[in-house]
């Protein structure tokens, strides 16, 4: 496949002998240039595709939508690399290796040897950089070489995992390699493992798994998180092109996340009606976190008012996360006008960790005595988080179509336990009634729920507990 490519490198090579320049940036005919003012404001995935003498590098949000692109004549990039924030892509018309501006496109060339032919891939240790041309080739962080080391490999793709380094080839085969003892680069067969399908070309690793996208002919194919079996965790359709890698760039998450997703947005309610939403709580780190929540509003010629809502020491356990529908009421005394609704999470009331926001707007006065500012469905009871009390057992998490939740009763007790999809809906209730003392088991069939992330929430009279779940297909 290399020495086939190589004909078609040499005679780009004539064509593309020139300094680069800076890449045209084209938003799509949807979008507005003020869709995309800065990258690190929120979870972006960097995609590259080429199509023809033409490569694209995409900025998608978290959802797969196209916030922006940036397209260059005569390039080829193919693998990407994300270090301290900076995207770098190799080229594979030029033996190349460039650092991409995602804000304007521009291009600053990292590595140029022309002591060899192209690059597929690249990839970085934390010192060193890696590259294959026939040899796996290392450069330090100036870009300078140190080294070739011998290397009998198609590398389409190469990724650091903290511990070894991992090429993928063009069926999607992905291989394992120890290269602790440079400049021996020695193969580990027990490692290795198939990409999600054998299109996948790229590959990049996030900190706990493994990314690629699909290169296909006259369609499009899938951008893929996966772990070091090839099972999927997250998958995105390719917005156009035909792609060959994709990372993320986290935007720079505090410790505790706190989201609130408005339903039917603009919201428009009388004094005396209701608004719901979606309320998530995220801890971001591996170590258990205790915070308090509260909400707050402000008031049209008023100000802040609240807490409508507050709960004391509410405890997360490592990467817990709830999601939950949120009801709140708007009370006939509400005046009309635009209102900020805004969730902290922090230590109550000074120290803020993360907070989110939405606006509502009351349209006319109350007619009838509804609630205060009461707000429903964040917890069971404004009390603390009892996981300490609740002992829910799971397995397997990870799983593929069915998972087994056990737990062990003192006393007859109202049990529920609901499922609930990453946008907060519920989605299923395995238990919801009276239980005898005792040890107890019940089965979730998820078999026509997609891959993804799911929350449960598990709940005995008035403690709760909730968690996350992977499915895997």
Request: proline share 4%; net charge negative.
């Amino acid at each position: 496949m290399k020495r086939a490519s190589m004909l078609l490198i040499v005679i780009c090579l004539i064509v593309i002998m020139y300094t680069p320049t800076a890449a045209d940036s084209h938003i799509a005919a949807s979008e507005t240039a003020s869709s995309f003012d800065n990258p690190y404001q929120q979870d972006i995935i960097v995609y590259a595709a080429h199509q023809d003498w033409l490569s694209r590098i995409y900025i998608l949000d978290i959802n797969g939508n196209v916030l922006n692109y940036f397209e260059y004549d005569f390039y080829y990039f193919c693998d990407l690399e994300l270090v301290d924030g900076e995207i770098y892509a190799a080229e594979a018309f030029a033996p190349r290796v460039y650092k991409i501006d995602i804000e304007t496109g521009e291009l600053d060339v990292f590595i140029d040897d022309w002591s060899l032919f192209y690059f597929y891939d690249v990839a970085f240790d934390g010192e060193y950089f890696y590259v294959t041309e026939w040899d796996l080739n290392r450069y330090d962080i100036n870009g300078d070489k140190d080294g070739t080391a011998s290397f009998d490999a198609d590398a389409m793709g190469g990724a650091w995992d903290g511990e070894y380094y991992w090429t993928t080839d063009d069926a999607g085969q992905i291989t394992c390699w120890d290269i602790s003892n440079w400049q021996s680069v020695t193969e580990v067969p027990a490692n290795n493992f198939a990409a999600p399908t054998s299109s996948c070309r790229g590959l990049w690793y996030d900190g706990r798994y493994f990314w690629s996208a699909e290169s296909k002919d006259q369609i499009l194919g899938k951008i893929y998180q996966f772990d070091h079996s090839g099972n999927i965790i997250q998958e995105w359709n390719e917005p156009a092109y035909r792609g060959w890698s994709a990372c993320i760039m986290y935007y720079d998450q505090p410790s505790i996340f706190v989201d609130m997703i408005p339903h039917d947005p603009p919201i428009e309610v009388p004094a005396g009606g209701s608004f719901t939403y979606t309320g998530i709580l995220q801890n971001n780190t591996d170590s258990s976190q205790t915070v308090d929540l509260w909400v707050m509003l402000d008031v049209p010629d008023y100000g802040m008012y609240g807490p409508v809502l507050r709960y004391n020491n509410l405890t997360l356990t490592a990467n817990d996360s709830i999601s939950r529908n949120i009801n709140q009421s708007v009370p006939n005394f509400a005046p009309v006008g635009l209102y900020d609704y805004i969730a902290y999470a922090g230590n109550y009331p000074d120290e803020v960790i993360d907070s989110s926001s939405f606006e509502f707007t009351v349209i006319n006065p109350g007619m009838d005595n509804a609630d205060d500012w009461k707000c429903t469905g964040w917890l069971d009871s404004e009390t603390n988080k009892a996981q300490t009390e609740i002992r829910l057992s799971r397995y397997p998490n990870p799983f593929n179509d069915r998972t087994n939740f056990s737990f062990n009763l003192n006393k007859e007790s109202m049990v529920r336990l609901d499922i609930y999809n990453i946008m907060g809906q519920r989605i299923a209730t395995l238990m919801d009634g009276r239980y005898n003392r005792g040890s107890h088991n019940i089965s979730w069939n998820a078999e026509g729920f997609p891959s993804g992330v799911y929350f449960y929430h598990f709940s005995i009279e008035d403690q709760s507990v909730s968690g996350r779940v992977i499915l895997l297909k």
